[in-house]
């Protein structure tokens, strides 16, 4: 009976707007973070740019989770709604640590392997940008949906790859000479890898969203 009822109520279907705007914020924190790692005069400008979407995504969930708690229907489970939102802000968040180690560190130069993975986190978050809007309509997109999900895992593998790799190089440069160079870049290396785990957490949230729905 309740099932019944539900289907013949409107849906609360403003979360898939505020989803959009999360995720646009995390684009323009992925491009900006891109683009601070390029190094050279514009970083300070670069990462402003990361605080202030990290503040403007840190308000979108406040209201996702707000809606959550005001409506009575929602487009799928509460849980599945505050659990997306919160993997999404971790993303974002985790870039803000990784600008605030930059900044405490007054790193201004950066290794190619950074900004590869750096390119990388822009990748992801587009596809993610991409995936979310086709969770209103899951059933007729679930081919698709799979296949970003997978992609954003390909793609961490691939950011592993080269957070090892960048460990390896850092430590025969630094390991013997300069241990605080050492590790510096090391952490650099770790938050970046840690904002591609975020974002795999969101592909796994959509991928459990689209299994609980089909």
Not at 67 to 88: C, E, H, N, W, Y
Request: aromatic share 6%; hydrophobic share 40%.
């Amino acid at each position: 009976m309740l099932d019944w009822f539900r289907a013949l109520m409107p849906r609360e279907d403003r979360f898939f707007d505020l989803f959009a705007r999360h995720a646009n914020t995390v684009v323009g924190g992925a491009e900006a973070l891109e683009k601070l790692l390029q190094g050279g005069e514009g970083l300070e400008h670069q990462c402003r740019a990361v605080i202030r979407l990290e503040d403007e995504a840190d308000a979108i969930t406040r209201d996702v989770l707000l809606a959550v708690r005001k409506s009575f229907i929602t487009p799928f489970d509460r849980g599945d709604i505050k659990d997306l939102i919160q993997s999404m802000d971790d993303a974002i968040d985790t870039m803000h640590k990784t600008v605030k180690t930059i900044m405490l560190y007054e790193q201004r130069e950066f290794d190619p392997l950074m900004q590869e993975m750096g390119s990388l986190i822009v990748k992801t978050s587009r596809i993610l940008a991409e995936a979310i809007p086709l969770l209103q309509r899951i059933g007729q997109n679930v081919a698709r949906l799979t296949a970003m999900t997978e992609e954003v895992t390909r793609i961490e593998g691939r950011s592993d790859e080269l957070h090892e790799q960048g460990l390896k190089d850092l430590f025969r440069r630094y390991g013997q000479s300069n241990t605080m160079a050492y590790i510096v870049g090391s952490e650099i290396y770790g938050q970046l890898e840690k904002v591609m785990d975020r974002f795999e957490d969101v592909a796994n949230e959509i991928s459990g969203i689209v299994i609980e729905n089909v």
